[in-house]
């Protein structure tokens, strides 16, 4: 969920492809290798509601959801807490 906010954020768009959050994920290995468990990995994503999927032609396209956002909000506010708990 991190590399596809940072690629999202980075990017400035609202969407971004799988090709990318396997660049993102696994810069050293062959996309037609690691597409499987990229697909797997963001349709149990999608499922949970983070990110919506959308796909073109033969691409595939992700974005986060307004619950998406949501979660990764709380994420962050968790991770300030512990650091100023410490």
Not at 32 to 52: C, D, F, M, W
């Amino acid at each position: 969920l991190r590399a596809i906010l940072a690629k999202l954020t980075e990017s400035g768009r609202g969407w971004c492809s799988y090709k990318e959050v396997a660049e993102e994920l696994y810069p050293d290995k062959d996309y037609n290798k690691v597409r499987p468990t990229i697909s797997s990995y963001l349709n149990h994503i999608e499922e949970l509601g983070v990110i919506k999927i959308k796909r073109v032609s033969k691409e595939s396209y992700i974005a986060i959801t307004d619950y998406g956002n949501k979660v990764l909000k709380n994420l962050k506010e968790k991770k300030e807490q512990k650091v100023k708990n410490k």
